[in-house]
T-cell receptor
């Protein structure tokens, strides 16, 4: 069965370190997204991609970057982790006019 | 630009009905609805497209008023399994295709 997987599920890192969160989907979807979820804010878009070599900034992109070298993967990198980036991160994939399929999430704590 | 959901929270007894609203200040192309249970990922319920029909998922239905940029989610004869947080996600005209901006969510608790 097709799926979307995120790793790791939990991560604790120190302020200033570079961190990469993985997202891998086997749906063959062109569109992939990264959201962060914080209490009181709902889901906020960080970065998105419509296909290989395409990446775009979302509403809360500062301090984050992504790359898309193939259809299946969209890794999210925190260049220099900050305590404000402690959050739950969700990756999603879709085709337009269809619903998003979300990964199980990564809980990131920056200490 | 984040859509506004109301109410923020609602408590129901099993079998009761509820309505959750989602309102945007921008012209919308589509509205999605998702349900998220505690500690889990959001799960897609339905999508409403401009000019499309009212949708239904089990005993949950939704409508989309394009002129008012509003959508409503109707939960009838609620079941314990309906408990969770409901999010609307809106795709705006003039925005990037397929991108959704989510509301802050409505927490629904169904009691026996």
């Amino acid at each position: 069965d097709a799926e979307i997987t995120q790793s790791p599920r939990h991560k604790i890192t120190e302020t200033g370190r570079q961190v990469t969160l993985a997202c891998h989907q086997t749906w063959n979807h062109n569109n992939m997204f990264w959201y962060r979820q914080d209490l009181g804010h709902g889901l906020r878009l960080i970065h998105y991609s419509y296909g290989v070599q395409d990446t775009n900034k979302g509403e809360v992109s500062d301090g984050y970057s992504v790359s898309r070298s193939n259809t299946e993967d969209l890794p999210l990198t925190l260049e220099s982790a900050a305590s404000s980036q402690t959050s739950v991160y969700f990756c999603a994939s879709s085709e337009r006019f269809y619903g998003y399929t979300f990964g199980s999430g990564t809980r990131l704590t920056v200490v | 630009q984040q859509p506004v959901q109301s109410p923020q929270a609602v408590i129901l007894r099993e079998g009761e009905d509820a309505v959750i609203n989602c309102s945007s200040s921008k012209a919308l192309y589509s509205v999605h609805w998702y349900r998220q249970k505690h500690g889990e990922a959001p799960v897609f319920l339905m999508i409403l497209l401009k000019g499309g029909e009212q949708m239904r998922h089990e005993k949950i239905s939704a409508s989309f008023n394009e002129k008012k940029q509003q959508s409503s989610l109707y939960l009838t004869a609620s079941q314990l399994s309906y408990s969770g947080t409901y999010f609307c996600g809106t795709e705006r005209y003039g925005g990037s295709q397929g991108n959704l901006i989510f509301g802050k969510g409505t927490k629904l608790s169904v009691k026996p």
